[in-house]
């Protein structure tokens, strides 16, 4: 599972899917996206990527699988 934040996010995605970033998801191959948050302000943004970072694996898949319980990659409806 990657996390980050983007100001442009099917721009980013769309990088990570091309494997144009090298780096984790290339490594583990991450190439869907399920799940985002938009933020006004890239202070909160920031501060919610360090606050999903720091929780546990379950606590991540929860937060997914509450809004994607299929885990389909929703790139395209962004």
């Not at 990657?2 to 990570?16: M, T």
């Amino acid at each position: 599972m990657y996390i980050g934040v983007a100001s442009n996010l099917k721009k980013r995605v769309f990088e990570h899917k091309s494997k144009f970033i090298k780096g984790f998801t290339a490594r583990y191959d991450i190439n869907k996206l399920v799940y985002y948050e938009i933020y006004s302000d890239p202070e909160n943004a920031i501060l919610r990527e360090k606050r999903l970072k720091g929780s546990s694996r379950a606590r991540k898949n929860q937060l997914v699988e509450s809004v994607n319980p299929g885990w389909l990659d929703i790139y395209d409806h962004i």
